[in-house]
């Protein structure tokens, strides 16, 4: 086998370690090239090589090997999965080791244990906490992007708040920043810098949650407005607020991942045998926030939409105000997407579109001619009826049975009915006639 690699999953991201023309040729050969990557600091991995013999070995591979993180898509994970990674004794870890003849451009596993790199007892285990951390670190190079790209300043927001959760907040920033900078300089967490930002986790969280009950808050207030004008007028003061509030979460969500890489990083070089059980429980607090996140910004885009839907329902009688609350709900749900999107909570939604009047008065005039024109064809069906009952009764009828119609049908019948008030007459008559013989 000309060419060796291996592959290390977590599920969300792959590492691609070898020589680095190899590890080029794979992410071309898959497509991985397209997407963002990082590079692994596999020095990292020398002080869990277990003996010393195996530490000659890893720092040879060190030497002349690299490693490459790349994050999963949907895709991406799917043709992964055709080399065939096994599970090892890192939970939710997988590996394969694959390989290249030269005379094909396909890909072929190798049925070989781990190389030596990846022998140690904790090796694994610390390879994945260096994913982890590269997926940390790729949001928080998000959240920057977006901040910037809304233009808001989150300090700015925050001393224009008079609430104490907020004021403890300013300031938080600078001290996991500047530890995360010594950490990338020294390569590691001392007992000295963790201690100075031991503390910074509640306060984040502390601000996290009073943020989130701003925007429950917001979807309240909208909930209860009745009249179109105050929905309106609601729902414009809101997008400022909207926006503010969802850049203090994103930044708070950022420091966040900031503070568990310091985090990892110290559990990584003080307890390596806690490295698995401290790195899930992390994992499963980040997805307990975003859960939180999710549903807090959810119930305000729904409310966004039914803003929508109702104004629509009344644009005829308010030509301004539905129009009104309908552009800026789409304002709103607009940087919600963008904002959840970042999150990788869901993908852009379209806006909704305003009902035009004209396009209202239009339904409205449609729906009365619907009605009208109803009401004429069931008045059509009753007059033909009674033309055609009318019609019936003065068609000729033949009277005698000679095949010739003698006499209209209702002519005919009112000589019948005379003829027997005639006969009736007559008979009466002679009833009189005889009763005043018998009494002479």
């Known amino acids: 086998m000309g060419s060796e690699i291996e592959l290390v999953s977590d599920g969300d991201s792959l590492a691609v370690i070898g020589d680095r023309t190899d590890v080029e040729r794979f992410f071309l050969a898959t497509g991985l090239d397209q997407a963002s990557s990082r590079e692994l600091d596999l020095h990292r991995l020398w002080s869990f090589s277990g003996t010393a013999g195996a530490a000659t070995q890893v720092g040879a591979d060190v030497a002349t090997n690299s490693g490459r993180w790349v994050k999963l898509t949907a895709e991406s994970a799917e043709a992964v999965k055709m080399f065939g990674l096994m599970p090892t004794n890192t939970p939710g870890v997988d590996h394969a080791m694959i390989g290249n003849p030269g005379d094909i451009k396909r890909w072929l596993q190798i049925a070989q244990a781990p190389s030596v790199l990846l022998s140690g007892p904790f090796a694994v285990a610390a390879l994945s906490t260096m994913m982890q951390q590269r997926a940390m670190q790729q949001q928080m190079d998000e959240i920057v992007d977006y901040l910037q790209e809304i233009n808001e300043k989150v300090d700015d927001i925050l001393r224009g708040q008079k609430d104490a959760v907020l004021a403890d907040m300013i300031g938080v920033d600078l001290v996991i920043e500047e530890a995360l900078t010594v950490r990338d300089q020294v390569g590691r967490v001392s007992e000295v810098t963790w201690s100075k930002v031991q503390g910074t986790g509640m306060t984040l969280a502390r601000t996290q949650a009073y943020a989130l009950r701003q925007l429950d808050a917001i979807a309240e207030k909208l909930e209860k407005k009745a009249d179109l004008g105050e929905i309106a007028k609601a729902t414009k003061d809101a997008e400022p607020k909207v926006r503010e509030w969802l ?194």
């Open 247 to 440: 850049a203090v979460i994103a930044r708070t969500f950022q420091l966040q991942e900031g503070f568990s890489v310091l985090e990892l990083e110290r559990v990584l070089d003080s307890a390596p045998e806690e490295l698995d059980n401290h790195r899930l429980g992390l994992s499963s607090a980040r997805q307990n926030r975003l859960a939180l996140i999710g549903r807090s910004t959810a119930r305000l885009l729904t409310q966004m939409d039914e803003t929508v839907q109702r104004a629509n329902t009344k644009v005829l009688l308010n030509p301004f105000d539905a129009p009104a609350a309908v552009k800026s709900s789409n304002h709103v749900a607009a940087g919600l997407h963008d904002f959840r999107g970042r999150l990788g909570l869901e993908p852009g939604s379209e806006s909704k579109d305003a009902k035009r009047w004209s396009e209202a008065a239009t339904e409205a005039r449609d729906k009365v001619l619907a009605t009208a024109s109803e009401g004429v064809t069931a008045a059509g069906r009753f007059g033909s009826a009674t033309v055609d009952r009318a019609t019936e009764a003065f068609r000729a009828v033949d009277i005698d049975g000679d095949g010739i119609p003698d006499k209209p049908r209702a002519a005919a019948a009112a000589e019948e009915a005379g003829d027997a008030i005639k006969g009736a007459a007559v008979g009466v008559a002679d009833a009189f006639g005889t009763l005043f013989k018998r009494k002479r």
